[in-house]
């Protein structure tokens, strides 16, 4: 095994238990009626903030994903978990947004994170690749959907005009970059599943 096969192994099966102990943990919380953002935030909002040494996975050749649509989904996680659920407590804390944001992400992550490991460890597992590239139909509106609120919520609750105007300039930016980025995942799903 390589050194890059070795170091996109580790990366992935961290990432893979990281969203997957997420995952749980809001299962668990909401199946006891406990708020899930205090138990959570600073996880997710770390969990979330990893991702960023993928760009450069991306920019510098050692993974084959695009730079664009890399940037874009975690560029915007993590001005999501930076500037609108740290930043405003309460509004995120007290919606059930939150919630859903964290099922999303955390069940597509764990799962996309699980299969580029199963990948790098030289298994072929058809049923957690299906998975991969069919989730995102229905956890990526739900996710978009959230991290909109979210955002609208905080917008809401600014004091400051000019945060507002960013926040509400990023929401008009949400229509086409949902778009862009379902497309996207529908050609890849496409392109993936074609053989199986």
């Not at 919380?29 to 899930?36: D, E, P, Q, R």
């Not at 996880?43 to 994903?65: F, P, S």
Request: glycine share 4%; hydrophobic share 50%.
């Amino acid at each position: 095994m390589t050194a890059k096969t070795t170091y996109l192994l580790l990366y992935n099966t961290l990432s893979s238990t990281l969203w997957l102990r997420i995952l749980l943990s809001v299962i668990a919380a909401i199946l006891s009626s406990n708020n899930v953002y205090p138990h959570l935030e600073p996880q997710t909002r770390w969990t979330q903030t990893l991702a960023i040494v993928e760009i450069l996975h991306a920019a510098t050749g050692l993974t084959r994903a695009p730079v664009l649509p890399t940037f874009t989904q975690i560029f915007t996680r993590c001005v999501q978990v930076w500037a609108v659920n740290y930043q405003y407590p309460e509004p995120t804390a007290s919606s059930p947004a939150y919630a859903t944001l964290l099922l999303a992400w955390s069940a597509a992550d764990a799962v996309r994170y699980a299969y580029f490991g199963f990948l790098q460890a030289g298994f072929r597992v058809n049923f957690v690749k299906w998975l991969r590239y069919s989730f995102f139909i229905v956890l990526y509106p739900v996710g978009i959907g959230s991290e909109w609120w979210l955002m609208y919520k905080a917008a809401n609750a600014t004091v400051n005009p000019m945060g507002a105007g960013v926040f509400y300039f990023c929401l008009a930016l949400y229509v086409p970059g949902a778009f862009m980025m379902y497309t996207y995942m529908l050609k890849q799903r496409r392109k993936a599943l074609e053989h199986e």
